[in-house]
């Protein structure tokens, strides 16, 4: 794990990680404390760079390589930070079977999206399970499978209208190479993990042909399984032409053969509609908490909580007043009404303190003339997180930090122990 930080406002950019990082061995994610580099200068002279958080690794090859490859073919400085991150997704591309990464390791990342693949099909069928103890299997299996496919197929984007479904976008189109891959491997593999997860024959060979085609339908969709181990890029910065930074957030996995398993999670240019901007990555519990006043763990115990004790309280108010079906019915309308009160009473307590945040500490963000008291209030978020993994125990964010400053001036990275 690690953590991170991205400021902007219209003149500056400042990134800043802590060296605690994700490796691989084997099959197994590691923590390393061992002050491993996750922010990179991309270019000096447009003043671009690249922050790295989740696997320190991309196809077993450490992310501080890849960086010093695309270095090495004169990339970063194109005239525009769009144009130099699809030079960084063509770099990414172009390293199957090379010196970077074998053929091998492009087959055995392969072989890892499938296990995780048939993993998130057996937690669709766990949850079913839970909901509907009495129900046939293979109907559940079934019923598991169509909630695979529709991620595999769909994602949710979030406009002013509310939540609205559309279609994936696609990474490519089956190569020789991937065809090659999902002949050789894909039955294997999903058959052993089914076996292994869910039980030998189980999921019988019907079934499993049906899942095979859904997992190989997500092979060249930006879908990724839910647990599986990926990298998040930000690219931040100017383009060579450009007066107002930006900044892009990829989710990387790896290559299939030679296909490239990515996404795009976020992106944003300062302007007059976006004057600053203050993100943050990975382990953020604790920068959430200052933004917002509570994090995503804080907001699912209270609402488990609250669900928990108003349905204990109704189902004492209306017992020996109405029979059993009634009592239900009604403790669970009561008990819906109190927890989504809660919900809103939260949400809207989070975007009190959101404002105040940023009419305080996001003036300050907004004011910074230069790169170097932007670099100062980066450094000063992510002190949060580092002290209070310091003070439970948490071995998963570690000093000392990098600081990565970006103007159209230039470009400074420092490693710093202390804030001074």
């Not at 046939?136 to 595999?152: F, I, M, N, S, W």
């Not at 959101?354 to 003036?363: I, M």
Request: net charge negative; hydrophobic share 45%; glycine share 10%.
């Amino acid at each position: 794990m690690t953590v991170e930080v991205l400021l902007m406002n219209r003149t500056a950019v400042a990134m800043a990680a802590d060296s605690a990082v994700s490796v691989t061995e084997d099959s197994r994610v590691l923590t390393s404390q061992t002050g491993v580099q996750k922010v990179f200068v991309l270019n000096g002279q447009s003043a671009s760079g690249l922050m790295v958080h989740g696997l320190a690794e991309f196809c077993g090859c450490p992310w501080a390589t890849v960086v010093e490859a695309f270095k090495a073919k004169g990339l970063g400085g194109e005239p525009t930070l769009a144009a130099t991150v699809e030079s960084i997704v063509g770099l990414l591309r172009s390293l199957y079977g090379g010196e970077l990464v074998s053929r091998e390791q492009a087959a055995t990342y392969f072989r890892f999206f499938v296990a995780y693949a048939v993993r998130d099909f057996q937690l669709h069928y766990e949850r079913l399970q839970a909901a509907a103890p009495g129900r046939p299997r293979d109907e559940l299996l079934g019923l598991a499978l169509e909630h695979l496919r529709a991620e595999v197929m769909e994602t949710t984007v979030y406009e002013d209208t509310g939540p609205r479904q559309v279609e994936r976008g696609r990474v490519g189109e089956e190569t020789q190479v991937l065809r090659a891959l999902i002949a050789e491997n894909l039955d294997h593999v999903l058959e052993l993990m089914a076996d292994d997860l869910l039980g030998k024959g189980v999921v019988s060979r019907e079934m499993r042909a049906k899942l095979a085609g859904v997992v190989r339908a997500g092979l060249t969709t930006t879908w990724m399984p839910s647990e599986l181990p990926t990298t998040g890029v930000v690219i931040a910065g100017f383009g060579r032409d450009e007066i107002s930074p930006s900044y892009f957030e990829l989710q990387v996995y790896g290559l299939l053969g030679d296909v490239l398993k990515y996404d795009y999670s976020d992106a944003g240019r300062l302007g007059p509609d976006l004057p600053v901007v203050i993100k943050s990555f990975a382990q953020d519990s604790a920068v959430n908490r200052f933004l917002r006043g509570a994090d995503w763990v804080f907001l699912a115990n209270t609402d488990y909580a609250s669900a928990h004790l108003a349905t204990e309280m109704f189902q004492g108010m209306f017992e020996g007043n109405m029979d059993a079906g009634q009592r239900k019915a009604l403790t669970g309308q009561m008990t819906g009404l109190v927890s989504e009160a809660v919900r809103f009473g939260l949400y809207q307590a989070m975007r009190a303190r959101f404002t105040y945040v940023l009419d305080t500490y996001g003036s300050k963000v907004r004011s910074a003339t230069s790169a170097e008291p932007l670099g100062r209030l980066a450094g000063q978020l992510l002190t949060l997180p580092i002290v209070e993994s310091e003070l439970t125990g948490n071995l998963t964010v570690a000093r000392p930090f990098s600081i990565l400053r970006l103007s159209k001036g230039g470009a400074s990275l420092s490693l710093e122990k202390e804030l001074i």
